[in-house]
């Protein structure tokens, strides 16, 4: 059974950090792309980031480049969002989610697995 669990969701003050982490389990952890989606209330989920089964190639939205960095550890099987300089806006639940193989895509629907979201709240 394919499990992904995120953490490290919480309350933080505009310009703040977090360091979101997805323990995944049941899977072949270095064949799966992995992502980070965040929706926002009221809206629907969008793309944040995904990097590369090997960790290679890393790809970003635009409301988060040079924020927020992706990246892996194939040998601990957890993906890490971490999140600087956060805004109001980037308050949403944030979720991991697994794609088998190296074709990269940050449409949610290609995504076979998903975890059940951390929320992260950003004060103004």
């Known amino acids: 059974q394919v499990q992904l669990v995120e953490s490290g969701g919480g309350l933080v003050q505009a310009g703040g950090s977090l360091r979101l982490s997805c323990a995944a389990s049941g899977l072949t952890f270095g064949s799966y792309a992995m992502s980070w989606f965040r929706q926002a209330p009221g809206k629907e989920r969008e793309f944040a980031a995904l990097i590369s089964p090997n960790a290679r190639t890393t790809y970003y939205a635009d409301s988060v480049k040079g924020r927020f960095t992706i990246s892996r550890d194939n040998a601990e099987n957890t993906a890490y969002l971490q999140m600087n300089s956060l805004k109001p806006e980037d308050t949403a639940v944030y979720y991991c989610?697994?794609?088998?193989?190296?074709?990269?895509?940050?449409?949610?629907?290609?995504?076979?697995?998903w975890g059940q979201g951390t929320q992260v709240t950003v004060s103004s």
């Open positions: 989610a697994a794609r088998w193989g190296s074709i990269l895509t940050p449409q949610n629907p290609a995504y076979t697995y």
